[in-house]
């Protein structure tokens, strides 16, 4: 009897630790379909630039790591085809059955090659493990192509475009939505594209693809083909052994992770979360909440009782070297959730005119009725990241924008204006409440 | 009958502003004593080391403007040497009265050359106007000197330290108490010192100086000192007319910014202002708090109803491109204001591994009975900025670690790594709670 857990990258991993603290005497057993664990998804588009020169380089933590250091079984090629809650066991591929008494499912997500005829074709690839990241740059090497059509515009799109054409591709990204970065936002698509178009990439919104030719895309030509689209968790496995999904398609959780069944738990793309400003499940596939709910459903499912308060949706991706980031709504999605959205957006300046300033853009969102901050939005290639992170801190504090506007923040010349960007934004938007 | 305001820099000038946006047809006087009014004194560092080409950059307005667009008499030269609150009038050196219904004090701050002999020597500057700032500047470039002294390791100190070794000087740097800074917290000047001394400053803390000679400064010799230490707010002139002082020896205000004396406000560096952390009133000269302090003022003054709410005494420096950061209290200040403190410190990588990450120190205090957030630090030369912010941002919330610690911060890998470090410092923190 012991803890099983299906999944061996960010949430599995995750997990897997961290019952290991909480209980040093557990049986842990990790199954992991892949060749390897442990790699951070997050850097391939950096390997495919080029950047980052070795596959290994993006490997944390090694099965013989874990078995020597943690005393956790970790086992790769091992799929799991089934669950039998009733048996508390599941079966591999292999037609091994590997028993449980506590489970943590963290099966990840997928991109959506399904519904793309031709999207089979050698020349077309996905970004999902290292193993499709080390076929796309020997394709590079190999084939030397020069047009690229890159389908989807969210973190991963935009980044496989930038590294494609930081590699001397053409390139070109074909988006379903009317929005870049998944998040209704008409101005940050705009400085997305402008960007983009800065750099020589073409993004076009509101181009569906139902099918990749042999030379083209949408009448794109091209001879490499990213599809970045379609991302949906992993829930099959779960869903036929009874785990229900919530209204996002992800597993249901509660805040301890676990899942309508009790004693099996989910983490990670696979799993919803609390939306702390909405208050209501959504599924954000990143890997901060991959590592933070796989934590907590491990030490649950060793007998802790750690509880996952929520998200509020921060992330941020760069650009060739400008910075986009995003928490909480948007004004659109403020008002799809019943709020009254008052925005207010501004350009300022990182630091005092006389000490070489860059630009950054600042948006915030709040609700009229009750002044409380809702979202915001931070573009820059100096400071976006901490600035998106001071509106974070707000968003989960539950801060209303007056108070917002009375934040102590540093000031020095090589760091920030004695009135940060962040501040003009509270003080125009108070303005517009 | 009008609004007077004495001084014409930051708080002055925010006071006069924020007075006009407040009452469009108010008669405003500012009375500045010095030849120029609004310039920026955090940027003389930078004019000093040759950055800032000319001082005119550091000016952000002229008397001109304020006149023309603001309708604000704004008068230089104007020094005031009495007030007399039953007449509501002060007095100009020159022998001139200007009539008052309501009156802000702005009168800031000045470093402490009494009390050190030879401080008149024509080799010794302080760096506060543009004046000294210029006056320095013309010294370097006629005497040449080769070996400076800095009296005091508190921001300009250091920020002067840095700006003169840039132009070639030796340069020592001669601290009274044991700690760079001004805060007690013994991490931080051993890190302050060890960069300084990596390009090649030396900071010699305990070392009280008490004369200047000709050739040398406590036995170092030297051809320039530049006085960064005994900062004192600008008070005689209030409180001869019956101002009331506080603990901090600046002048006492309530939440609106106004003194003991009816219609009198006062803001900026010779101001007390709430600190949110401990509830008491502190006196922490920054540019940010004199010009949030000068708008409340103003506002007030001219008939609105803002309240200051206070700080929690956040600022960072720059040295040789090393961000020092802080906010809050450490855990030796914490202490004294009687909490129980409980500290914890990380070193950790500003970005994943595989993506040329920067090395970062962040430090948190809790308070152990209540788990509350006190203070923190951050030193990084990527990064700290932002991550200081957070901690202020979280301090004004009064947060908690374990809340802190579930902080939903960017990540993306140019950025940041998975677990920032912030949120490594705060499960340390936890660990030691």
Redesign the interface.
């Known amino acids: 009897m012991a803890l099983v857990i299906i999944g061996g990258v ?1 949430a599995g991993l995750s997990a897997a630790a961290e019952a290991r603290r909480s209980d040093p005497h557990l049986e842990i057993v990790v199954l992991e379909q892949g060749p390897v664990i442990s790699y ?1 998804a ?2 391939l588009p ?1 390997f495919v630039e080029g ?2 020169r070795a596959p290994e ?2 490997i944390v933590y090694t099965p013989e790591y874990f078995r020597k250091e943690r005393k956790i079984d970790v086992r790769t090629g091992a799929r799991v085809v089934s669950i039998s809650h009733p048996r508390r066991e599941v079966r591999l591929e292999s037609g091994e059955r590997v028993r449980y008494e506590r489970l943590v499912i963290a099966t990840g997500a997928r991109c959506g090659r399904s519904g793309i005829t031709g999207a089979d074709r050698p020349h077309v690839f996905t970004l999902h493990t290292l193993d499709d990241a080390g076929r796309l740059r020997d394709f590079l090497r190999a084939r030397q192509p020069r047009r690229a059509v890159v389908i989807g515009a969210g ?1 991963i799109g935009v980044e496989a475009a930038d590294a494609l054409r930081r590699n001397g591709l053409e390139v070109t990204v074909l988006e379903r939505s009317e929005h870049a970065l998944l998040r209704h936002d008409a101005a940050m698509t705009v400085a997305v594209k402008k960007q983009l178009e800065a750099h020589r990439v073409d993004l076009r919104c509101g181009v569906a693809v139902d099918a990749i030719e042999a030379d083209r895309v949408a009448g794109v030509p091209c001879d490499l083909v990213v599809i970045a689209a379609g991302f949906r968790p992993n829930v099959e496995l779960a869903n036929e052994a009874g785990v229900e999904t919530g209204r996002t398609g992800a597993i249901r959780t509660d805040e301890h992770m676990e899942t309508n069944l009790s004693g099996v738990y989910a983490a990670g793309d696979c799993a919803e979360v609390n939306h ?1 400003v909405t208050g209501r499940p959504v599924n954000i596939p ?4 991959a ?2 709910t796989g934590r907590v459903a491990g030490a649950n499912a060793a007998g802790a009782r750690q509880r ?11 650009i060739f070297g400008m ?1 986009f ?1 995003i ?1 909480g709504l948007s004004e659109h999605e403020a008002r799809l959730e019943g709020f009254t959205p008052v925005a207010a957006r501004i350009e300022g300046r990182t630091r ?4 070489q300033p860059a630009n950054t853009a600042v948006e915030l969102v709040a609700d009229r009725s009750t002044g409380r901050l809702l979202g915001g939005s931070v573009i820059g290639s100096d ?8 509106i ?3 968003l ?2 539950k ?1 209303h924008v007056d ?1 917002f506007a ?11 204006p ?3 960007p ?1 501040l003009l934004a509270a003080h125009r938007l108070l303005k517009n409440l």
Chains 1, 2 share one sequence.
């Open positions: 960010a951070g997050c850097g950096y950047r980052v380089e993006l973190y702390i990143l890997g901060t909440t590592n933070k996952f308060a929520g998200i509020v949706g921060t992330s941020i991706v760069g910075g980031a928490t005092p005119r006389y000490y400071g976006a990241a901490g600035r998106i992170n001071v974070a801190t707000a989960q504090a801060m108070e009375r934040l102590d923040l540093a000031y020095s010349p090589p760091f920030s004695v009135w940060d962040l």
